[in-house]
């Protein structure tokens, strides 16, 4: 099936050359990283973690959506979800791929990661990520390869892959279980330090992933002629919108919380995202134009899904919903929640971060990465697809 890779028309590898360019320019911000070290960063003492771990936060989420695609049609054989499955297997690969990239490349020096191997430490959240994150990508590998192999032969694919296909589910869920517990875990950071921190990555994942699922769908449509059917797409654009719901409910419950108890640490952090932080006479408002562009979207995106679900829709009206209520969890999850979590720090003071043309570099090198790898993975897909048709 990979030979399928190698054939496309002219706007597939133009695509891939796109991409392809953006790689090489990550790659090359990568070296330098790596010879000169994380100072090259706009990490400090102060905000240890930045842009790298706050895309891998995001990133589990998207590999964590594909759930809302395998436990209906496995477990409650919606069949409309036929064609979509093997997209939902594909996307969680290649996000995985971004996070495990993305964690190499904020540990400064990649042979580090070995010392999770050779020094295992089970009472450490990080350990167990590691466990959780290689064992979804294993099984996604498996499962997709194996169905979709059994599907372009016109057989059943064989029994015992459905083992790990059930496997996959709790481990859809543990990934951005786990990394939520990485941040409820400290408790010197108020702002992490709650209990609903995990089903808020968990609603924000079962948006975001599906939401970029459907746009791929409607580029596919367009460009490669792949039609997922469009009660399977209204039934998605349903998942997303009471997910993203959700979402915005927990949201609101971090300022009653932070707001009616009055607590410092978990108010004034919520205060520079969104309002700007008055302190020792200077205000801080890095990332208040993004979270008000977040909150935006998000409720932009809710009111377009709302209307489609009683009136007549396009494709162009779901895919504009998707991409609004996409960006705006990136936001609020891939910028706001890590980097609002470090302010104040532990000794009441404000140091704002601002990542460095290297890191962009970097950042954009990963995210071309992925989706070079989800761009041929769907080639195949799709090949498959129209194979057996």
Same mark, same amino acid.
């Given at each position: 099936m990979i030979e399928k890779t190698l054939k496309g028309k002219p706007a597939y590898w133009i695509w891939l050359a796109f991409l392809g360019t953006f790689v090489?320019?990550?790659?090359?911000?990568?070296?330098?990283?790596?010879?000169?070290?994380?100072?090259?960063?706009?990490?400090?003492?102060?905000?240890?973690?930045?842009?790298y771990i706050s895309q891998f936060t995001f990133l589990v989420g998207v590999a964590a959506g594909g759930l809302m695609l395998v436990l209906p049609y496995y477990i409650h054989d919606y069949k409309a979800f036929g064609k979509l499955t093997i997209l939902g297997e594909f996307l969680a690969i290649s996000a995985i791929a971004?996070?495990?990239?993305?964690?190499?490349?904020?540990?400064?020096?990649?042979?580090?990661?070995?010392?999770?191997?050779?020094?295992?430490?089970?009472?450490?959240?990080?350990?167990?990520?590691?466990?959780?994150?290689?064992?979804?990508?294993?099984?996604?590998?498996?499962?997709?390869?194996?169905?979709?192999?059994?599907?372009?032969?016109?057989?059943?694919p064989p029994k015992w892959i459905y083992i790990f296909v059930y496997i996959s589910i709790p481990f859809a869920v543990s990934i951005h279980t786990v990394t939520a517990m990485l941040y409820c875990g400290l408790p010197g950071r108020h702002f992490w330090l709650s209990a609903i921190i995990a089903p808020r990555f968990l609603a924000s994942a079962f948006a975001a992933g599906p939401a970029l699922i459907v746009v791929a769908c409607l580029i596919m449509k367009r460009v490669a002629h792949f039609d997922a059917g469009k009660e399977a797409l209204a039934k998605l654009s349903t998942i997303i919108m009471y997910a993203a719901i959700i979402n915005?409910?927990?949201?609101?419950?971090?300022?009653?919380?932070?707001?009616?108890?009055?607590?410092?640490?978990?108010?004034?952090?919520?205060?520079?995202?969104?309002?700007?932080?008055?302190?020792?006479?200077?205000?801080?408002n890095n990332l208040v134009p993004f979270m008000w562009g977040s909150v935006f979207l998000n409720f932009a995106g809710l009111g377009l899904l709302a209307y489609?679900? /009683?009136?007549? $829709?396009? #494709?162009?009206? &779901? @895919?504009?919903?998707?991409?609004?209520?996409? /960006?705006?969890? $990136?936001? #609020?999850?891939? &910028? @706001?929640?890590?980097?609002?979590?470090?302010v104040p720090n532990m000794l009441d003071q404000v140091v704002e971060y601002y990542p460095t043309a290297n890191e962009v570099g970097i950042t954009l090198g990963i995210w071309a990465a992925g989706f070079f790898l989800v761009t041929v993975l769907y080639k195949i897909a799709v090949g498959v697809e129209h194979e057996i048709e």
């Open positions: 090489a320019i990550g790659a090359a911000c990568y070296v330098r990283q790596y010879i000169y070290g994380l100072a090259l960063t706009g990490m400090s003492r102060d905000v240890s973690w930045g842009i971004m996070c495990l990239m993305f964690i190499m490349a904020d540990l400064g020096q990649p042979l580090r990661g070995l010392n999770m191997i050779l020094h295992p430490t089970p009472n450490s959240m990080l350990f167990w990520d590691m466990v959780v994150l290689l064992g979804y990508l294993t099984l996604n590998v498996l499962c997709g390869w194996v169905i979709l192999t059994a599907e372009r032969k016109g057989v059943h915005t409910f927990f949201v609101i419950l971090e300022f009653f919380v932070g707001y009616y108890s009055n607590v410092p640490g978990h108010i004034h952090s919520l205060q520079y995202l969104f309002f700007g932080l008055e302190h020792h006479g200077h205000v801080y489609m679900k /009683f009136n007549e $829709w396009t #494709d162009g009206m &779901l @895919g504009a919903a998707c991409v609004m209520i996409f /960006f705006a969890l $990136w936001i #609020d999850k891939g &910028l @706001g929640f890590v980097l609002g979590g470090f």
